[in-house]
């Protein structure tokens, strides 16, 4: 083919959106052909139900950090709307093209399909595709007998640094290429209360939490307002590709050489490890995507209640923390764990409602969807693993303890604003005299419990026992730990 333009390596971003230690840039750079980088927001992902607008506008903010930096190797992202392999037919028509290189990704069905679609347009293509690991997750493994020695291995690789060379295509060319694109509308969103895409705002996270936030990361873990702080916030970063876990789990190490050894660290570093560990899980068993890992709890049906489902989304279920998680949650874009834990309970518990019905408008708030720790995540709640200790939260106690003061709940629910902190968690309680006093009226002012959380409590409590006693899932269980379960390895 004869091309006025010289023959390319194309770089295919994706959940990998940062210019350190990012292996198929390095290569791709290597090859010594001149380096595209190329993102492709593709229309059925975008389409997708897991899928929303602040992933987008994430994803935007990361390639802009991204740009800024590159101005520098005076090149720019390609970033075009479309689908995939028609973005590649009209590069093909553009270039040579020598290679693709990108990372492998353990994702939803549709990313994988596109995945497989690909591979086939590549070799038909006769192009080259390299793809390489970015997270402690392997392909192809059948059970976890070396996954802790492999990762710590592929932890403690040297970080890729950028090749001192001139490879990245010319600005010039990829302006006058860009026509034939329809590009992607870089126009971002700001949103104070949601966190900012890029490498940069990931390396700032990173900073201030090792300075001093990470003082109280293990005493306010469970605290629904104090763990927005002292939690590290790398989650967003982490699922975006703007900080590879090799670059954390490296930062920690060096932290804890300084005399940083304390308990919250090391909860640090193995939460750290649980991210790996639950990518690897489903990497393995895809199908939790749609059903639970545990055949055996195939079985049960849930009857789909919109009301209630409509409740829970909007924050209207008459259950104080169970509100307030849930409003934040769509307004920020983030929870801390426990009350994640706690939403996803009370909907496939309380509501007795299929886990698969909340996870999609999960998916969509929270800013760091991560399809291996979402899922496996909300099965372990739903109690449909059959390895995990079935943990129904009580609502009420978990906001007397967690939020004494109400500060949480007051902030995301004002109707509860002027009632006292005994009364906050449980409004229901509230006597005819308290109700003058506050001018508070349950039922009016805020609804009613939609369920009676005692009860509805010990109806699943009693159902998933009953299930949990099964041949199917005992037997399901005894598989799933012999192909998961691990060694930790420090
Ligand atoms: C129902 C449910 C859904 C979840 N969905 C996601 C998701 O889509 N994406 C996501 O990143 N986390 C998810 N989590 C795990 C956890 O809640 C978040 O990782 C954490 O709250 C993010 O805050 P942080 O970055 O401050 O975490 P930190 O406590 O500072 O932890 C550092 C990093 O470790 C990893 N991590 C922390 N906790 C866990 C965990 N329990 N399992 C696996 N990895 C963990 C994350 O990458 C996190 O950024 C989910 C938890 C539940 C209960």
């Known amino acids: 083919m004869h091309s006025k333009y010289p023959p390319i390596s194309i770089v295919w971003l994706k959940r990998d959106l940062r210019l350190e230690d990012h292996e198929a840039l390095c290569s791709a750079l290597n090859s010594n052909n001149k380096v595209l980088l190329l993102y492709v927001a593709e229309n059925t992902l975008k ?27 005076n090149t720019e992202i390609l970033a075009v709307e479309g689908e995939l392999i028609s973005v590649f037919e009209e590069l093909k ?11 492998f990704e353990t994702g939803i069905r549709l990313t994988f399909e596109r995945d497989l679609d690909f591979k086939k347009w590549v070799t038909s293509k006769q192009i080259k595709w390299f793809e390489y690991r970015q997270q402690g997750v392997f392909r192809g493994l059948k059970n976890r007998d070396n996954w802790s020695e492999l990762w710590r291995k592929f932890m403690h690789q040297p970080i890729k640094i950028i090749p001192r060379n001139d490879n990245f295509l010319n600005k010039s060319i990829i302006s006058k290429i860009s026509t034939k694109f329809k590009l992607l509308n870089m126009n971002t969103r700001f949103n104070s209360k949601i966190q900012i895409g890029g490498s940069s705002q990931a390396n700032r996270y990173l900073e201030t939490f090792f300075k001093g936030r990470y003082l109280n990361y293990q005493n306010h873990i469970s605290k629904p307002d104090l763990s927005r702080k002292s939690c590290s916030r790398l989650s ?24 940083k050894n304390g308990f919250g660290i090391r909860a640090f570093e193995s939460r750290l490890r649980w991210q790996s560990h639950f990518i690897q899980k489903f990497e393995m068993e ?38 307030a998680s849930m409003r934040c949650l769509v307004q920020t874009g983030y929870l801390n764990f426990r009350m994640r834990a706690l939403v996803v309970s009370f909907f496939v518990h309380h509501l007795w409602q299929p886990w698969q019905a909340c996870s999609a408008f999960l998916a969509k708030q929270f800013l760091d969807f991560e ?53 906050v968690h449980s409004p229901w309680n509230i006597t005819p005299l308290e109700t003058g ?54």
């Not at 093209?97 to 990372?103: A, D, F, P």
């Open 47 to 73: 389409k997708s139900s897991h899928f929303s607008e602040r992933h987008l506008n994430f994803i935007k903010e990361s390639l802009k950090d991204m740009n800024a930096k590159l101005i520098l190797k």
């Open 93 to 103: 028509k553009i270039f040579f093209i020598k290679g693709v290189y990108s990372h």
């Open 236 to 259: 967003p970063y982490i699922s975006y590709g703007n900080i590879s876990m090799r670059q954390l789990i490296q930062r920690v190490e060096k932290e804890k050489n300084k005399g």
């Open 286 to 323: 895809s199908s939790m995507e749609f059903q639970s890992i545990n055949k055996g709890y195939h079985e049960i049906i849930k009857p789909l209640n919109y009301k209630y489902i409509d409740a829970w989304e909007k924050g209207k279920t008459g259950i104080p923390l169970v509100d």
């Open 371 to 423: 399809p291996g720790i979402h899922f496996p995540q909300i099965q372990m709640q739903a109690g449909e693993t059959g390895i995990n200790t079935l943990r129904i939260y009580n609502p009420v106690k978990n906001g007397l303890e967690h939020d004494p003061f109400g500060n949480f709940t007051k902030q995301w629910i004002p109707e509860l604003r002027e009632l006292p902190a005994k009364l």
């Open 437 to 490: 006093i506050y001018n508070f009226k349950i039922g009016y002012n805020y609804p009613i419990p939609i369920v009676d959380t005692e009860k509805s409590r010990k109806f699943a409590s009693e159902t998933l026992w009953r299930i949990q006693k099964k041949p199917t899932v005992q037997e399901e269980s005894k598989r799933i730990l012999k192909q998961h379960t691990f060694n930790e390895k420090r």
